[in-house]
């Protein structure tokens, strides 16, 4: 079975997405709010996926100081979130680690080396947690892929990557530096690894990024589709919907 880490920051207002409340109508709050509702969705994905779950979160201590307040618990706000989104199975089969590491890509390549290596797991991806188009179907359609290909890549726009799963290390060093998909993808290939592509799906980090998810959420949901339901709920709780106007798409609230 192949090990999802999902690599998130705990949910707290200005550390985590950023951008949403200069570049949307969502407030800081609001945003990490959203950034909870994608993980939780990220959770569930794997969790009822044929893989195992790993939430595999920053500490206090490699986060900036503006963002840890006073009587601040990393471990605890992410235990509280999974502990909220998966059942009680799925929450006791799920394992909850600290990433180490001084950079991006130190901490994806120690955690992925370790799988691999210490824990003797067949293959090992990394997901991260604001990506929520990506369902239960397509962490297995991924793990299917690990089978043939020794790297699976999931492209996002600007040359992101919102998973990455392999079936022995690479030199991962700033491996994850942008553009993450073409670095990863050399290191592979320099490594002799065999490398297959997933669909592209988005990452939700920007205004412009929320709206397209918006606009596919409503899509899919009008059509009878299969919707990451927290994502979905916050969307719909908040009434968010796409408007146009002399071209250009923006979000308004009912």
């Not at 307040?69 to 502990?83: I, K, N, T, W």
Request: glycine residues 6%; aromatic residues 6%; proline residues 6%.
């Amino acid at each position: 079975m192949t090990v999802v880490a999902v690599t998130l920051d705990p949910p707290r207002d200005g550390l985590v997405l950023p951008a949403l409340p200069e570049t949307s109508p969502l407030s800081a709050s609001e945003a990490t709010e959203l950034y909870e509702a994608m993980a939780a969705d990220a959770f569930l994905a794997a969790a009822e996926s044929g893989g195992d779950l790993l939430v595999n979160y920053r500490s206090d201590d490699q986060l900036p100081d503006e963002h840890v307040p006073e009587g601040a618990d990393a471990e605890a706000a992410v235990r509280a979130l999974v502990d909220d989104v998966l059942d009680d199975e799925q929450a006791e089969d799920a394992r909850v680690e600290v990433q180490v590491g001084s950079s991006k890509s130190a901490r994806v390549g120690n955690t992925i080396t370790h799988l691999l290596e210490s824990e003797g797991a067949n293959s090992a991806a990394v997901l991260e947690p604001d990506a929520p188009l990506f369902l239960r179907k397509d962490v297995d359609s991924a793990a299917m892929k690990l089978r043939r290909s020794p790297v699976v890549l999931g492209p996002a726009r600007e040359g992101q990557l919102y998973f990455a799963g392999f079936r022995e290390p690479i030199d991962f060093a700033d491996a994850f530096e942008a553009p993450a998909l073409e670095n990863v993808n050399a290191r592979a290939v320099d490594a002799g690894r065999d490398v297959d592509f997933l669909a592209s799906v988005g990452r939700v980090r920007t205004g412009e990024d929320l709206v397209s998810l918006v606009s596919e959420l409503r899509a899919r949901r009008a059509a009878g589709r299969l919707v990451p339901a927290y994502t979905t709920a916050f969307v719909e709780d908040r009434g968010l919907r796409v408007e146009a106007e002399d071209g250009d798409r923006f979000l308004v609230r009912e």
